[in-house]
Nanobody, 115 residues
Framework: QLQFVESGGGLVQPGGSLRLSCAVY????????MGWFRQAPGKQRELVAS???????DYIDSVKGRFTISRDNAKRTVTLQMSSLNAEDTAVYYC?????????WGQGTQVTVSS
């Protein structure tokens, strides 16, 4: 089992940047394909970025070139660097494993993009 604590969200103006962090608790973190998910009001949760154990990354089209996911297996953290944010990025952001049934969700971190 893994547990997640997300942080770094906030209110940002369009075009701004944020850096989200996820602290992962559990001994099997380094063996898991990890991802950042988001859920906007009235919408289903979606996977926006993923990273393999070896560091291979993938993104949905709407965030390519703007978001960067990274991981530090030693520190058990997963980070999402977000730039050129727009209103469509407003959501609660979560991290979890990106392959297989997700573990219990953390509380997430709210990202609001608004002027």
């Amino acid at each position: 089992q893994l547990q997640f604590v997300e942080s770094g969200g906030g209110l940002v103006q369009p075009g701004g940047s944020l850096r989200l962090s996820c602290a992962v608790y559990g001994s099997i973190f380094s063996f898991n394909f990890m991802g950042w998910f988001r859920q906007a009001p009235g919408k289903q949760r979606e996977l926006v970025a993923s990273i393999s154990v070896g560091g291979t990354t993938d993104y949905i089209d709407s965030v390519k070139g703007r978001f960067t996911i990274s991981r530090d297996n030693a520190k058990r953290t997963v980070t999402l660097q977000m730039s050129s944010l727009n209103a469509e990025d407003t959501a609660v952001y979560y991290c979890n494993r990106a392959v297989g049934s997700p573990y219990a969700w953390g509380q997430g971190t709210q990202v609001t993009v608004s002027s």
